[in-house]
């Protein structure tokens, strides 16, 4: 791995030297150097490092401390800081521009690496906890129905811009208030309460649904006609953390964008190292440093934390959309755990088999333009319904793209109906122009459809999903996927989950 570009300021020519060598000797490289504080800004516009070293006491003009404050506030560039003696007013200066560390001088090799490696790996940690935050407060603002997050106590702890226009409550009035008070809805009929769906779907752990279409009363007293999905968020062990409440105004159908992913309130966990006193013995030293260690550790462990919420709140939110048709609950679930171990069997790398596993739960939210009386017709659908279905990839395509979720994700779910001879859609694509990934799902969900009961026909069970997928390998599907999903049934006894 390439070592870091690390910028020495320091205003004692021989010290900056001997430093800038003992650094090189330990494999990074100088990039620049600087003598005062109103240089090192610039050369850190300039160069961009990835670390600067800074003298506290820097002579002539700007001090090494509001350097650092420019630079970290301009350039988020980690400062690791140079001294040997301060008053405490210049401490708590220091202090305040959040540094990175502290080298009292003299100081030994071996301390100078590990305070550096800390710094760098710490950095690192809290840049990408802060891309994670960012891209999920984007996703919850793009959703396109009315989300409303809930702890378990339905106290509301996010609402979205499309909540805030139905409800009339803006967030930063409807956030700690009960879901009582900001989601009020009654039935069409008699004006009767409908009861809080969300302390029901905790309670029980699975999606909740309107039998009937309400109304919705909003602040202004306004009824406006909604059908939702509640879905409880679980941890790891299966207990409730939180309920996502996904409606939508059906008075004008407006279809737009569904939500991806519903994430109660990220907590950024801000490391504060406490910084000892300067004249600390060196074995203080060293257990600051071993502190330093385990604070980067619960850092890297909030991060997969974070991300394995996101995960169950993307689950709890396609469970909801699956949720406005009955007859294919799970079919997004069961897609996805034959296309991941179909993946897996073809030894694709575990990116590849992560992408798929998201297009799978995904592939379908498309649908959530198509009314749900087309989506569980009992009979034959018509040229205009049949049309209206096959948009669905497109649509997906365009929320999931919105999103920026990495490629190819989108790309797989808008192809996973395309077929080898060119009789799919949308784009009628042939052979290698279908994705692999898009191979896969596509022969997983036949397999899951075929197999499963559907409100026009019955289910017509596994074996005949493999006789079709059998006949028309190396026509519609890739024949290596096929012969993939055949030898998992026949062979490695796969069974889908109900």
Request: include cysteine; charge should be negative.
């Amino acid at each position: 791995m390439a070592k870091a570009n690390i910028m020495v300021v320091e205003d004692e020519s021989i010290i900056s030297m001997e430093i800038q060598e003992r650094l090189t000797t330990m494999g990074y490289r100088i990039c620049a150097t600087s003598a005062t504080g109103e240089g090192a800004v610039k050369k850190a516009a300039d160069t961009r490092p990835d670390l600067v070293l800074m003298d506290i006491m820097l002579k002539n003009g700007m001090d090494g401390i509001e350097a650092s404050r420019q630079i970290r506030s301009r350039f988020s560039i980690p400062v690791v800081y140079l001294t040997a003696y301060a008053d405490q007013k210049t401490l708590e200066r220091a202090r305040a521009t959040e540094p990175y560390g502290y080298l009292l001088k003299p100081f030994e090799d071996r301390l100078l690496y590990a305070t550096i490696e800390m710094a760098l790996y710490r950095h690192l940690m809290e840049k990408r906890v802060k891309e994670t935050e960012q891209r999920y407060a984007t996703t919850l603002k793009c959703i396109a129905d009315a989300v409303i997050v809930t702890d378990t106590g339905g106290t509301i702890t996010y609402i979205n811009p499309i909540a805030e226009a139905l409800t009339g409550w803006a967030q930063n009035e409807a956030i700690g208030k009960r879901l009582s008070d900001v989601y009020q809805v009654v039935t069409e009929d008699s004006r009767s309460p409908i009861a809080d769906p969300l302390a029901r779907s905790l309670s029980e752990k699975r999606i909740i649904t309107l039998d009937h279409p309400g109304l919705l009363i909003s602040r202004e007293q306004e009824e406006i006609p909604i059908d939702d999905g509640t879905a409880p968020i679980l941890d790891e062990a299966g207990n409730a953390v939180g309920a996502v409440l996904a409606f939508r105004d059906i008075s004008e159908r407006r279809q737009a964008e569904v939500a991806l992913k519903a994430s109660h309130e990220i907590l950024e966990k801000r490391v504060r190292e406490q910084t000892a006193d300067l004249l600390r013995t060196n074995e203080e030293l060293q257990e600051e440093i071993a502190q330093r260690q385990k604070a980067s550790e619960e850092l890297e462990r909030s991060l997969v934390k974070v991300e394995k919420t996101m995960e169950a709140t993307i689950r709890a939110i396609s469970m909801a959309v699956e949720a406005r048709d009955r007859y294919t609950a799970g079919h997004q679930r069961r897609v996805t755990q034959l296309a991941c171990a179909i993946a897996r069997a073809m030894n694709l790398s575990s990116g590849q088999v992560a992408t798929i596993r998201v297009a799978g739960l995904l592939h379908d939210l498309g649908k959530i333009y198509i009314p749900t009386e087309i989506l569980s017709k009992p009979g034959r659908l018509t040229e205009i319904e049949f049309t209206m279905i096959k948009t669905h990839t497109v649509a997906g395509y365009d929320i999931i793209k919105a999103i920026e979720y990495p490629p190819p994700t989108a790309e797989i779910v808008l192809q996973h109906h395309e077929r080898l001879d060119g009789s799919g859609y949308p784009s009628a694509l042939r052979g290698e122009q279908i994705l692999l990934e898009a191979r896969i799902l596509a022969v997983a969900d036949v397999v899951e459809a075929m197999s499963s009961h559907r409100p026009y026909r019955p289910a017509l069970g596994i074996d005949k999903a493999l006789q079709e997928i059998s006949e028309k390998r190396g026509v519609l599907y890739d024949p290596a996927v096929v012969d993939t999903c055949l030898n998992l049934f026949e062979k490695k006894g796969f069974v889908l989950e109900e």
